[in-house]
């Protein structure tokens, strides 16, 4: 409602017909977010943007960020991405809709981020995780160069959907876990570059990748831990996942 309590014919009126249903796309202005912040709506990053030690970078269901040709963002303080089924957080290109055209979303040192019931498309690489305490659930990497690659950890990766990538995790002396995902039609499906023996891929389908489901990296030297997990040799999927795949 828009009233001020007063009833002033002589004030004139405001006309508010036909209101949007949607809020106007804001450019963000700054090359940094210093303080604790909450976004909602569509953001347009027209560069890289900072997210500093300090910070915390909030984004409510439904919000969408829109990243322009080459930008993308580092976070050294925190973000927090809680989307909801039917509305999630999209990290996506401003322009072309093709793998590559943006960045990526680099977390430093980022530990207590959260991240469930995301998107990211289009990126060179969607997620990428250094040294960072990570919670993801529920999210769907897909049509980029490389959806998720992480170094150190600790990572959580739970009922999250890799499809239609160069390559959907990739793993170099990580600690993570990869649990209830499905990885697939990627060229491959999880890399563990180097020193494997502190990821754990269990519970999840990886299937139908066109080079490898999963890759062992020349300089790897230590065992992966991949039981339990579905190959694509049978007629159905791991029950769990099903949840997932209806965000595709």
């Known amino acids: 409602m828009i009233f001020d309590r007063r009833n002033h014919p002589s004030r004139g009126r405001i006309i508010s017909d036909n209101p949007l249903t949607q809020p106007v796309p804001f450019v963000w202005p ?3 977010v210093a303080t604790p912040t909450v976004w909602q709506g569509e953001i347009i990053a027209n560069r890289r943007l ?36 039917g509305r999630e957080v999209i990290f996506t290109s401003a322009g072309k809709k093709l793998p590559g055209t943006w960045d990526e979303v680099l977390l430093e040192h980022a530990n207590g981020s ?12 969607g997620l990428h995780s250094h040294f960072t305490k990570l919670s993801l659930a529920d999210s769907i990497f897909r049509n980029n160069n490389g959806g998720m690659r ?33 990885i697939t039609r990627n060229e491959t499906g999880v890399f563990v570059r180097e020193k494997g023996s502190g990821l754990k891929i ?11 489901n999963v890759r062992i990296g020349d300089f790897n030297d230590e065992n992966v ?24």
């Not at 959260?114 to 690489?125: D, G, K, L, N, T």
Request: glycine share 10%; with cysteine; hydrophobic share 40%.
């Open 202 to 212: 269990n519970g999840s389908n990886l299937f139908d990748n066109t080079g490898y």
């Open 50 to 85: 900072q997210i500093p030690t300090a910070s915390t970078l909030t984004l409510l269901a439904g919000t969408k960020v829109l990243f322009a040709e080459g930008s993308g963002m580092t976070v050294n303080g925190k973000i927090v991405a809680r989307g909801e089924k």
């Open 225 to 248: 831990d991949a039981a339990g997990n579905w190959w694509g040799r049978v007629s159905r999927l791991i029950p769990s996942l099903t949840a997932v795949m209806s965000l595709a």
């Open 114 to 125: 959260v991240i469930s019931h995301a998107v990211f498309e289009y990126a060179q690489w």
């Open 150 to 182: 992480f170094r150190s950890g600790p990572v959580s990766i739970k009922r999250c959907l890799f499809r239609d990538n160069s390559i959907g995790i990739r793993s170099y002396r990580g600690n993570g876990s990869i649990e209830a995902s499905d």
């Open 30 to 32: 700054l090359a940094s």
